[in-house]
Nanobody, 117 residues
């Protein structure tokens, strides 16, 4: 059974920072690459950060240099540090394994990030 629980979202001003957390069940987390995704109203869900079990990370250009993904293996936790937030970062953020979106069928409830200008 997939268990993913995201938290840490909220309302911030443009330019501010926010850190999201994700608690993942062991069967999802252990040995797997993990990622953060987001979905803005009226838009498709998109990938925003990924981390391999080795610790190697990658980001799309839209967030590179502003977002940082990390993982705590002992606690089965994934984090997303978001700096210099922009209005276009507003979305519901989800964590899951780092795979093609079409292969991911089970999701947590997500955590909403609102960026006010």
């Amino acid at each position: 059974q997939v268990q993913l629980q995201e938290s840490g979202g909220g309302l911030v001003q443009v330019g501010e920072s926010l850190t999201l957390s994700c608690a993942a069940s062991g069967n999802i987390f252990t040995g797997n690459a993990m990622a953060w995704y987001r979905q803005a109203p009226g838009k498709d869900r998109e990938w925003v950060a990924g981390i391999y079990s080795s610790g190697t990370v990658n980001y799309p250009d839209s967030v590179k240099g502003r977002f940082t993904i990390s993982r705590d293996v002992a606690r089965n936790m994934i984090y997303l540090q978001m700096n210099s937030l922009k209005p276009e970062d507003a979305a519901v953020y989800y964590c899951n394994q780092w795979q093609a979106l079409s292969l991911l069928t089970d999701w947590g409830q997500g955590t909403r990030v609102t960026v006010s200008s």
